[in-house]
């Protein structure tokens, strides 16, 4: 069936309610089978943390921001599936609305016709909170997107440094705004623009090139302290090696 381009048809499909997309499965379904790995560091949560959690979150969703390649979608899944929140991923929901790619919508409509949608997917999604969303990178750049996740959200930005973001994105040539130019010029500038609206996030922290589970645990510790819920206790460390007591022997 030919698809209709016209930002009419868009725009429909940017409105249309949440629950019109659960059946295309939208919001992903809790995993039934985990790594060990993930096992392992689930079992830092304990109930009563878990449950402080999601209290203190009341309907508020957990937003993750940052540039692209900050891992907010990979975090952002393994955040969920440790708190046992339903997970979303916007570009995901924007693209399952328009019935096109993000790539297509931007060569047919520009950049400013993609974030208007952006924006309308992105309040409504906040409505059916609490859950874990993962936003494209200039989603919080927009001033009504900001007051919207500070009133039914807490923000989380995922901040990295510019090799490891290089690192991850040059593995993938999907990105629309980094086909008009040199990868490492295109991200120094957004960086440049954006880092000081990223800044305005309730909660900073920092990812890097380590296991996914770190980040996570590190993001699940920075949300209980803003939230004044239990923080994981540092790990017991051994008990300094005891010194053998002098022989008494005789020495013949």
């Keep these: 069936m030919a698809r209709d381009p016209t930002p009419a048809a868009y725009h429909g499909r940017f409105e249309r309610p949440l629950s019109a997309w659960q059946s295309c499965g939208t919001v992903a379904p809790l995993p039934t089978t985990r ?138 040539d999907h990105r629309p705004l980094l086909l008009a130019g040199d990868p490492e010029a295109v991200m120094r500038m957004l960086m440049a623009e954006r880092y000081p609206v990223y800044a305005e996030a309730d909660l900073t922290v920092e990812s890097r090139d380590v296991p996914h589970e770190v980040i996570v645990s590190e993001v699940v510790d920075t949300l209980c302290r803003k939230l004044g819920c239990p923080v994981t206790p540092p790990a017991p460390q051994a008990p300094p090696a005891q010194q053998a007591p002098p022989s008494r022997d005789k020495v013949p």
Excluded at 48 to 55: D, N, P
């Design 35 to 172: 790594s060990l790995r993930l096992a392992e560091r689930k079992k830092e949560l304990k109930p009563e943390r878990l449950a402080a959690i999601r209290e203190a979150l009341g309907a508020r969703s957990i937003v993750l921001i940052g540039l692209m390649g900050a891992g907010k979608t990979a975090v952002g899944r393994r955040l969920a599936n440790r708190l046992e929140l339903a997970f979303t991923d916007v570009d995901n929901e924007i693209e399952l609305a328009a019935g096109t790619s993000i790539a297509e919508i931007f060569a047919l409509h520009g950049e400013a016709y993609f974030r208007q949608g952006e924006r309308k997917v992105i309040a409504r999604l906040l409505e059916a909170g609490p859950q874990v969303l993962a936003t494209g990178g200039g989603a919080y750049m927009n001033a009504e997107t900001r007051a919207n996740i500070a009133k039914r959200g807490i923000s989380i930005w995922l901040k990295a440094e510019l090799p490891v973001l290089l690192n991850r994105v040059r593995r993938r």
